[in-house]
């Protein structure tokens, strides 16, 4: 897992940095002139040429190591490959909730009229909206 975790960093790293490369190179000027004399520069076409074959190699690249880091991710947690010493914690913990549940004493019946401990009780209900004048 830790493998795949690295490369797929790895992936995503270089991708963002080709991507990034790609958007922040300022692309040439492929044609220059007036109405009727235009040079065609075709140096300048193959460069941001190169520019947008940059960004669709960072895009995918980010993509792919995106994938590759969620995919092992994944792959770890559910993993059922568990150490002698993880098994061994887990029963403690559930033998320590069951402890817990035995000793506890559940409420098994409503509580009274006169046993009911709210600290403010309301004697008298006002109401507080205006009274209509119609």
Same mark, same amino acid.
């Given at each position: ?15 963002? !940095?080709?991507?990034?490369? +790609? ?5 040439? $000027? ?15 076409? *193959?460069? @941001? +040429?190169? !520019? #947008? $074959? ?25 993993? /059922? %490959?568990?150490?002698?010493? #993880?098994?061994?914690? *887990? *029963?403690?913990?559930? #033998?320590?909730?069951?402890? !817990?549940?035995?000793?506890? @004493?559940?409420?098994? /019946?409503?509580?009274?009229? +006169?046993?009911?401990? $709210?600290?403010?009780?309301? %004697?008298?209900?006002? @109401? ?7």
């Amino acid at each position: 897992f830790q493998v795949g975790l690295i490369s797929g960093t790895a992936f995503m790293l270089i991708g963002l !940095l080709v991507l990034v490369v +790609g958007f922040l190179v300022p692309p040439k $000027i492929e044609a220059l002139g007036k109405d009727d004399f235009v040079v065609v520069d075709t140096r300048a076409i *193959q460069f @941001n +040429g190169s !520019l #947008e $074959i940059c960004k669709l190699a960072g895009a995918i690249l980010f993509c792919i190591g995106g994938s590759t880091m969620a995919a092992c991710l994944l792959m770890s947690a559910f993993a /059922k %490959s568990y150490s002698k010493e #993880e098994k061994y914690l *887990q *029963q403690r913990f559930k #033998e320590r909730i069951a402890d !817990l549940k035995a000793h506890a @004493n559940p409420v098994t /019946k409503a509580p009274a009229p +006169g046993d009911s401990k $709210i600290p403010v009780t309301l %004697s008298k209900v006002q @109401n507080v909206q205006p009274l209509s004048e119609t």
